[in-house]
């Protein structure tokens, strides 16, 4: 794939501060739009770059939930992270904004959204106002969101969540072991912790309690994770050009333009199988918890089914 996009680019950066002034004086160069349209947006500064187009910010008008997530390994050459903005609609997550970021600083995230916000309206002549974001457990996103869109309601992802417990369970050679055994008691034990982001909030801090006290018994974005996989499985090697990563998007880009295409047409995306089965359990569960109020056999249940893994 490499040997593919190899040819007509131009000559690789040596640096972050050049690969952005080569994007800059590039960017409306027919070999980085898409569609003969505008697919590169850099602010006056040229702290990052902005991939998106102005369908992606028409079509983000009919949604009402976001999801934000960054992938690191794959990010372009010289730049920390790849940020990438989701909607959700009909069943379908469809990536509609890319940020090719140098760092995770609370500053640097309120640009990104200023500069989101001011993008958009620019081609709608509406203002963003993002009323639900699922968005990972970083304090420094969470505060930069806040600040530019102070009403908007933030969701932590179970799915990040459910990974950076599961990244201290691996971590621990005693706690790993004991994960792994089904027949072990401080395995079940761990396992539970993996059903408290099903429980109704207000008693989320009692189901934690009951889980940490001394006694005889001892929700994601699934969608954008699923994107940042399939983007990883592009390129051999962590940091890849940005000339591939850019040609990358763009094919990815085609694929949005279908998705966005099919749910014009009110089309919806039907629930796979064994996600119909887990949503299914996790409601069986639920009812019989409502009955008979036991929450460690609640958590259990739930645990059971969604642990971490490795990705």
Not at 45 to 59: G, M, P, R, V
Request: charged residues 20%; glycine residues 4%; positive net charge.
């Amino acid at each position: 794939m490499y040997m593919a996009r190899r040819k007509n680019v131009p000559i690789y950066p040596k640096s972050f501060d050049e690969a952005i002034d080569k994007i800059w004086e590039m960017q409306n160069d027919d070999i980085f739009k898409f569609n003969n349209k505008k697919f590169i947006h850099i602010p006056m500064n040229k702290s990052f770059i902005c991939i998106t187009t102005e369908d992606n910010l028409n079509f983000m008008s009919s949604c009402t939930e976001y999801f934000s997530d960054g992938t690191f390994q794959f990010a372009p050459n010289f730049f920390m992270q790849m940020y990438t903005v989701h909607c959700f609609k009909n069943g379908f997550y469809l990536p509609v904004i890319f940020i090719f970021l140098k760092d995770k600083f609370k500053q640097t995230y309120i640009e990104m959204w200023k500069f989101i916000k001011e993008l958009y309206l620019q081609h709608t002549s509406q203002t963003l106002n993002l009323c639900k974001l699922h968005i990972d457990f970083e304090i420094g996103a969470h505060e930069a969101v806040r600040e530019v869109f102070p009403n908007v309601q933030l969701i932590g992802c179970r799915f990040h969540l459910s990974q950076s417990w599961w990244r201290y369970i691996n971590a621990n050679k005693k706690l790993r072991t004991a994960y792994s055994d089904d027949k072990s008691l401080l395995g079940k034990w761990l396992k539970m912790f993996f059903g408290l982001p099903f429980l109704p909030y207000q008693i989320v801090e009692d189901g934690f309690v009951e889980l940490v006290e001394p006694s005889i018994n001892k929700r994601t974005t699934n969608g954008p994770e699923s994107f940042h996989r399939t983007f990883n499985a592009q390129f051999y090697s962590s940091h890849p050009p940005i000339y591939f990563v850019l040609e990358a998007l763009k094919e990815m880009q085609a694929e949005t333009n279908i998705k966005i295409s099919t749910i014009q047409k009110n089309i919806s995306k039907a629930i796979p199988s064994k996600d119909m089965q887990k949503m299914n359990h996790v409601i069986k569960l639920y009812d019989q918890f409502k009955i008979d109020g036991n929450i460690l056999i609640f958590l259990s249940g739930t645990g059971y089914r969604y642990q971490g893994f490795n990705l």
